[in-house]
């Protein structure tokens, strides 16, 4: 079982589960792809990226990290990560 921080919403995880499926995203590909809507993928990559979930590859363009990918894979507990500012 995944181990989310208190700072995660429950759509993070779809948005990182479709980034390691189709690769780089930007938030409208996202919701086109039948995540969160762009306007909340907007606002919540920023702050995976902060975690080190995410990477941001370009502006609005977000990519999965080493970190992300364990997390997705259950071998990282997110709440050992750094807070994040909500």
């Known amino acids: 079982m995944r181990k989310p921080a208190d700072w995660m919403a429950p759509s993070d995880d779809r948005i990182l589960e479709l980034i390691r499926e189709f690769g780089n995203l930007t938030p409208t590909a996202i919701e086109d792809l039948g995540g969160p809507s762009a306007g909340h993928a ?3 990559c920023p702050k995976l990226a902060e975690a080190g979930l995410l990477e941001r590859i370009s502006r609005g363009l977000y990519g999965l990290t080493e970190e992300g990918e364990a997390y997705l894979d ?6 050992e990560l750094a807070p994040v500012d909500e």
């Open 42 to 44: 907007r606002n919540r």
């Open 74 to 79: 259950e071998e990282l507990d997110a709440s």
